[in-house]
Structures are given as C-alpha cells and as structure tokens.
T-cell receptor, first 116, second 113 residues
Framework: GESVGLHLPTLSVQEGDNSIINCAYS??????FIWYKQESGKGPQFIID?????DKRQGQRVTVLLNKTVKHLSLQIAATQPGDSAVYFC???????????????FGQGTILTVHP | GAGVSQSPSNKVTEKGKDVELRCDPI?????LYWYRQSLGQGLEFLIY????????KSGLPSDRFSAERTGGSVSTLTIQRTQQEDSAVYLC???????????FGPGTRLLVL
C-alpha cells in the first residue's frame, strides 16, 4: 500500500545548528501533513502542520516545506537545542473514499540527536 | 486543559489472556483514534470513532481486536487471547473533528510473555 517514508533514519547535529528532516510521501491524494515529535516513553507531540494548498508554514523555530511536485515534505528546526532530541515523524492525512475525516499514515521516523 | 490520558501506562500479560486498554480523550473532542506502535516503528492505524457514526475498523489486525466508545467519550480497546506479536505501545489520539489535528496520549506499553 501507499506509505510515507523518511530519507534519513538518524540525524546528529551540534547545538545551535539548523536541522532539516526530510520525508517522502506517495499518495498524491493526501491533503494534510503533520510533523510530530516523540520523546522516549511519551506519545507523539504535535509540532506543525500544513495543508496541500500551501508550500510553506512557519512556527516557533520550525518551518515545514511542502513540495507537491516531487511529493516531499521537510521539517526545518532553527537553532537546534538538546531538548529537540527525539524521534520525528511525518504523517499524511488521507481521506478514504472521499470521507470527511482522515486517517494518519506515519513514516518510520528520524532520530534527531543534538550534541551540546 | 487536560490532554488525552490512557491507562494502564504499562501492562504485562501472559499469552492467551485478554487485556483492556482505556483512553480518555480531550473533553469535547468528537473524534477518537487508536494506533499501535511496535518497537522502533511508526504508528499503525487501528480504529477510528466519530460521534455516533459507525467506527472505521479497517486497521484492526485480527478479530481478536475490538474497541468500544461509550457515551461518545471514553474508549476501550480489547485484545482477546493475546499473542506475543501483540506486544507494542498502543496510542490513543483525539481531535475536535475528524479532519482536525490529532493529539496523542502517552500510550499503554503492552508486553505479552
């Protein structure tokens, strides 16, 4: 079946650097994308989302970019901090059969490690 | 306000036993989801509830898995005759409507011996 995948399973950066986490999706019908952060022993925490009618959305220290042409999603974290160390998942929201709701399909995740 | 809560946080059971996992969604959220996360993996959709509509059970892996949502709020995921491959973290999420952002609980870590 169609799925969301990540290019890099691990990413190691120095504190203060900018981080970029990438994600490829395969379902062109997906219209809503979300990035989640998951720390050890906790549930996924919402970071930022973007709808398919947008190319870019910014939050606090985070930016999500969506390239629908190549079905690519990225999460940029500015001035990465040790507290940003976690697993990051992208997810796409697909509306099955034209329904009004969506089921999230998650990628495998990228482990981000920030070194002080 | 309070987020999504789940209980128990950890559950160890023997193969063949039944288990019940509970989820309390954010107050006022009409949509509730269950996901399963195996070690080092992404999340796998299990089931979705929206208001009084029939649930979407398309992600349940076998007929040993079932879920209920009483009164449009609390949900229980039941796994009958547990198998070792059922060992995973079971996550619950809720959203204000079915197409809005999903907020996750801390999960229940299930270990089947």
């Amino acid at each position: 079946g169609e799925s969301v995948g990540l290019h890099l399973p691990t990413l190691s950066v120095q504190e203060g650097d900018n981080s970029i986490i990438n994600c490829a999706y395969s379902n062109s019908a997906s219209d809503y994308f979300i990035w989640y952060k998951q720390e050890s022993g906790k549930g996924p925490q919402f970071i930022i989302d973007i709808r398919s009618n947008m190319d870019k959305r910014q939050g606090q220290r985070v930016t999500v970019l969506l390239n629908k042409t190549v079905k690519h999603l990225s999460l940029q974290i500015a001035a990465t901090q040790p507290g940003d160390s976690a697993v990051y998942f992208c997810a796409e929201n697909i509306h099955p059969g034209g329904t009004s709701y969506g089921k999230l399909t998650f990628g495998q995740g990228t482990i981000l490690t920030v070194h002080p | 306000g309070a987020g999504v809560s789940q209980s128990p946080s950890n559950k160890v059971t023997e193969k063949g036993k039944d288990v019940e996992l509970r989820c309390d969604p954010i107050s006022g959220h009409t949509a509730l989801y269950w996901y399963r996360q195996s070690l080092g993996q992404g999340l796998e959709f299990l089931i979705y509830f929206q208001g009084n509509s029939a649930p979407d059970k398309s992600g349940l892996p076998s007929d040993r898995f079932s879920a209920e949502r009483t009164g449009g709020s609390v949900s229980t995921l039941t796994i009958q005759r547990t198998q070792q491959e059922d060992s995973a973290v079971y996550l619950c999420a809720s959203s204000s409507r079915g197409w809005e952002t999903q907020y996750f609980g801390p999960g229940t870590r299930l270990l089947v011996l």
